[in-house]
């Protein structure tokens, strides 16, 4: 039977520490401040912005939503980032993805100051984590690792594999196992035998988008499994890339769907979003 990682209670004592540091940073007159942009409607992406919304109020950050019609030309976003960008009581900028067909992710990231990127996309951040000098981390594979110290995983000298290389959370996920001295492996479409390498995983990340994708004759006895996965299924239900009925009986430590990985997301982007605030005062 593997111990469950409880991804909403640690989640809930990260964000309570964020409260605490935001409420003293409030005495010095600093509030940490978050503006979303939202363009489009895609139903997805209007509850997650909701959801940082939320989590801005309840750890005490001030945060400003702006929903641009579907219509908005890149001439218009550009403006608006330009403008946040110049506000000094916005520390970080969220451009909400994916943005509409006729707008390039590429282009509006990279006008986000590399200062107020909180989601670690802008190419500055990307580089930074490369060289693991940074100040944001993107969210989901920071709040990984968050996860794994929280559980007392230590991951030097372990071996880990990432299933899955994207810029958001495969490749930035290998980097930091591999800055906290983990020996590292990235599979992807093309990996051949992926079974016999996840197999050898101390550490599995799954981050594939394939419902149930990891079973459990491709997991180690006692490896430690994180799922970063969330799929729909037909009845709506959230699930993970991890079919958790056949690996749970098998590894010491696993991450559920829900409440797991999903709910450090927002808690690391207001992390983030204070580590900005901080720097813009000159408190960190
Ligand atoms: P992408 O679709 O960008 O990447 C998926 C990766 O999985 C690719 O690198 C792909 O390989 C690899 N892959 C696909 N099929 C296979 C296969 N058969 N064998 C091995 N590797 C395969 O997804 P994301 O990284 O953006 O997201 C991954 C999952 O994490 C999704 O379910 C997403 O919803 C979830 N997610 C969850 C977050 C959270 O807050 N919990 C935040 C972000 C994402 P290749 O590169 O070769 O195509």
Known sequence: MAKIIDGKQISKEVRAEIAAECAALKEKGIVPGLAVIIVGTDPASQVYVRNKKKACEEVGFHSEVYELPEETTEAELLALVERLNGDSAIHGILVQLPLPKHLDDKIIIDHIDPEKDVDAFHPVNVGKIMIGDYDFLPCTPAGVMVLLEKSGVDVSGKECVVVGRSNIVGKPQAMLLLHANGTVTVCHSRTKNLAEVTRRADILVAAVGKADFITGDMVKEGAVVI???MNRRADGKLTG?????????????ITPVPGGVGPMTITMLLRNTLTSAKRHAGVL
């Open 227 to 229: 799922d970063v996965g």
């Open 241 to 253: 890339d991890v079919d958790f009925a056949t690996v749970e009986p098998k590894v010491s430590l």
